[in-house]
């Protein structure tokens, strides 16, 4: 999770994630949003101390978890109000390893859930990319994909105190 190991390799590991078959995200109604609007990507982890079978029922590793969320979320509005005065009516999409009980943080009016059954992983880190602003969220798999955006003018915001893995280099 940090760019310093690779950075001279960019435009080789752009050509390398780029999907051959794009088309097949056509039709995809969450593609449709991000080339029409102004969308600010977010990611929101849950469960990422409690994740784990072994993790599951300790109430330690839920707690923890938990107040990740909260933390996750409170930089997530701090950086929604960055990007209301710098993008032009922004529309917010969410992607998440769990939806459970996010609509407590993020009403439905608002936000967009980006909700893929088929093929979620490979089609949620494809649109992804597509996105030109990111709340860029303590996630391994939304740093790689605001890295792997290949706007010029893209805007990247990172939390300044969240690094799960206590790596010095995390950003």
Same mark, same amino acid.
């Given at each position: 999770?940090?760019?310093?190991?690779?950075?001279?390799?960019?435009?080789?590991?752009?050509?390398?994630?780029?999907?051959?078959?794009?088309?097949?995200?056509?039709?995809?109604?969450?593609?449709?949003?991000?080339?029409?609007n102004?969308?600010?990507?977010?990611?929101?982890?849950?469960?990422?101390?409690?994740?784990?079978?072994?993790?599951?029922?300790?109430?330690?590793?839920?707690?923890?978890?938990?107040?990740?969320?909260?933390?996750?979320?409170?930089?997530?509005?701090?950086?929604? =109000?960055?990007?209301? @005065?710098?993008?032009?009516? *922004?529309?917010? $999409?969410?992607? #998440? +390893? /769990?939806?459970?009980?996010?609509?407590?943080y993020?009403?439905?009016?608002?936000?967009?859930?980006?909700?893929?059954?088929?093929?979620?992983?490979?089609?949620?880190?494809?649109?992804?990319?597509?996105?030109?602003?990111?709340?860029?969220?303590?996630?391994?798999?939304?740093w790689?994909?605001?890295?792997?955006? =290949?706007?010029?003018? @893209?805007?990247?915001?990172? *939390?300044?105190? $969240?690094?799960? #893995? +206590? /790596?010095?280099?995390?950003?």
């Amino acid at each position: 999770e940090t760019e310093k190991y690779f950075n001279e390799y960019r435009s080789d590991l752009l050509k390398e994630f780029t999907l051959v078959n794009k088309e097949q995200f056509s039709n995809n109604k969450y593609f449709n949003i991000i080339k029409k609007n102004n969308v600010v990507s977010i990611c929101v982890r849950q469960n990422r101390f409690s994740e784990r079978i072994n993790n599951r029922n300790s109430s330690q590793s839920l707690h923890k978890s938990s107040v990740y969320v909260d933390e996750t979320i409170n930089y997530i509005n701090k950086a929604m =109000n960055y990007f209301n @005065k710098r993008v032009n009516n *922004p529309k917010y $999409l969410i992607w #998440s +390893n /769990n939806f459970d009980n996010l609509e407590k943080y993020f009403d439905s009016k608002k936000f967009t859930f980006v909700i893929n059954n088929n093929d979620k992983i490979l089609t949620d880190f494809y649109l992804l990319t597509q996105c030109k602003y990111f709340i860029v969220g303590p996630s391994t798999f939304h740093w790689w994909g605001a890295w792997l955006s =290949n706007f010029d003018d @893209k805007i990247c915001v990172r *939390p300044r105190d $969240l690094n799960p #893995s +206590n /790596n010095k280099n995390f950003w």
